[in-house]
């Protein structure tokens, strides 16, 4: 008798499929499902003891630490955005395909050597202030400095071309 009730709930469970329906083998490693594979037993035993071969962060990075079985927030390491202020700025956000192409040069060194120097060097040669071998009488602070000196001051924080000049 339950033989026959289960072949009869068959027989009307199967009423509307269609039996020329083909099933393919699926690959399921080309679908990467990071952090979504094993039993609930296994994310448990993870959450106690995880292994950090199988958990892929997608390019997400961490906002602190791991010490023994602890996580340690460490709040420099929360990214920040930082935007600028451009409600005064002239310009307009968008530029149209019509503009003309701007064509400019690479910066070389000689280009760097007359925003740098060359203003300095004339100065001091209208002024007489260069000595006969071409060195200045009165040198800046910056001409005073050794090559190790510069160098560590090149290798400073916030040390840039562009920064302002105080």
Same mark, same amino acid.
């Given at each position: 008798m339950i033989i026959i009730t289960i072949s009869q709930k068959l027989k009307n469970k199967n009423k509307h499929f269609n039996f020329n329906f083909k099933i393919w083998k699926k690959n399921f490693r080309k679908f990467q499902l990071f952090n979504k594979r094993g039993s609930r037993q296994f994310k448990e035993q993870q959450a106690k003891n995880p292994e950090p071969d199988l958990f892929h962060k997608?390019?997400?990075? %961490?906002?602190?630490?791991? #010490?023994?079985? +602890? *996580?340690?927030?460490?709040?420099?390491?929360?990214?920040? &955005?930082?935007?600028? %202020?451009?409600? #005064? !700025? $002239? &310009?307009?956000?968008?530029?149209s395909y019509r503009a003309p192409d701007i064509k400019q040069g690479e910066f070389t060194a000689e280009d760097l050597f007359n925003v740098v120097y060359a203003p300095k060097i004339a100065k001091d040669? $209208?002024?007489?202030? &260069?000595?006969? #071998?071409?060195? =200045?009488?009165?040198?800046? =602070?910056?001409?005073?400095?050794?090559?190790?000196?510069?160098?560590?001051?090149? +290798? $400073?924080?916030?040390?840039? &071309? *562009? !920064?302002?000049?105080?």
């Open positions: 997608r390019g997400v990075r %961490n906002t602190g630490y791991v #010490d023994g079985d +602890k *996580f340690i927030m460490v709040p420099e390491m929360v990214p920040e &955005l930082i935007v600028p %202020n451009l409600s #005064d !700025c $002239q &310009l307009k956000p968008y530029v040669f $209208q002024e007489e202030k &260069l000595n006969e #071998d071409g060195s =200045p009488k009165v040198p800046s =602070p910056f001409e005073k400095m050794t090559s190790a000196e510069a160098e560590l001051k090149a +290798k $400073q924080t916030g040390t840039d &071309l *562009f !920064c302002s000049k105080d």
